[in-house]
C-alpha cells in the first residue's frame, strides 16, 4: 500500500519534472484572430513573439503556411540568410519583416488582395532553441459596389422628373382642349 503510494507520487513528480525542462519560455500570439478586409485592399497581419529579453535571438527560423492550399507562403532562415516567397500565388503581394523579431514582432504585409487568400494562415517560428506556432484567419470580402448606388440616385430622380413633366403636359393639353371647347360653345 506504501509502496503504491510512494510510485505514484513519483511517477507525479517525474512527470512534473518533464513538465517543467519541456516548457518554452517562447510563445506566440496573434495580434487579431481574425483578419477581415475588402478585395484589392492592403493588410498587415502581425504575430507577436514573447520571449525572454536576457537573451537575444541569434537563431530564427520562420514558415509561414496557408492551411487550406498546404503551400508554404514565407520561407525565413537566419542561418543561410534564406527569405523566400515559395508560393507564386503570393509573390510579388506578400512582404515578411524577419527583421522585428528583435522588436518581438512579425509583420507580413499582403498587398493587392484577392478573395481567395481568404483562409487560415499559421506561423512557425524557431527561436534559439524553441518553437512557437499560432494560426490566425483572413477573411477577404467582395468589394463594395458604391458607384452603382450613387448612379441610380440621379436616374430616379430623372424619372420623377419625366413623369412630372408628363403630368403638366397632360394638364396644359386638357386645359387648353378646354379652352378651345368653351370659346367654340360661346361663338
Ligand atoms: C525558461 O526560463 C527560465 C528562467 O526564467 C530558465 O531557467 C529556463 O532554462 C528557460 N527554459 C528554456 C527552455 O529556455
Ligand atoms: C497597397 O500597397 C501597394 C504597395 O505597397 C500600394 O502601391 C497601394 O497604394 C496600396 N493600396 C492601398 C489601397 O493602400
Ligand atoms: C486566386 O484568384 C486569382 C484571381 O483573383 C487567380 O489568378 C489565382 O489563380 C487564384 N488562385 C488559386 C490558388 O485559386
Ligand atoms: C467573412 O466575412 C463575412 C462578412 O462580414 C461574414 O459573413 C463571414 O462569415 C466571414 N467568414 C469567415 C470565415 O469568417
Known amino acids: 500500500m506504501w509502496s503504491c503510494r510512494a510510485l505514484l507520487l513519483s511517477v507525479l513528480t517525474m512527470n512534473l519534472f518533464c513538465a517543467a525542462v519541456g516548457q518554452s ?3 506566440m500570439s496573434a495580434e487579431q484572430e481574425v483578419y477581415q478586409a475588402e478585395e484589392k485592399s492592403n493588410i498587415t497581419i502581425t504575430w507577436l513573439l514573447h520571449f525572454d ?26 542561418e543561410t540568410g534564406t527569405e523566400v516567397y515559395p508560393d507564386e500565388n503570393y509573390r510579388g503581394r506578400l512582404q515578411c519583416e524577419p527583421q522585428l523579431a528583435r522588436k ?27 518553437i512557437s506556432s499560432k494560426t ?8 463594395f459596389e458604391k458607384p452603382v448606388e450613387v448612379t441610380s440616385k440621379p436616374a430616379n430622380s430623372k424619372r420623377i422628373g419625366l413623369h412630372a413633366a408628363l403630368a403638366l403636359l ?3 393639353i386638357i386645359a387648353l382642349s378646354l379652352r378651345y371647347l368653351t370659346v367654340k360653345l360661346f361663338k
Open 25 to 27: 519560455n517562447f510563445t
Open 53 to 78: 529579453t536576457n537573451r537575444p535571438p541569434d537563431f530564427l527560423q520562420i514558415d509561414l503556411m496557408n492551411v487550406k492550399r498546404k503551400t508554404r507562403v514565407f520561407f525565413y532562415n537566419s
Open 104 to 130: 518581438r514582432r512579425l509583420e507580413c504585409l499582403l498587398t493587392d488582395l484577392r478573395l481567395n487568400d481568404t483562409g487560415t494562415y499559421h506561423c512557425i517560428v524557431v527561436l534559439n532553441e524553441e
Open 136 to 143: 490566425c484567419d483572413l477573411n477577404v470580402t467582395a468589394a
Open 170 to 172: 397632360a394638364v396644359v
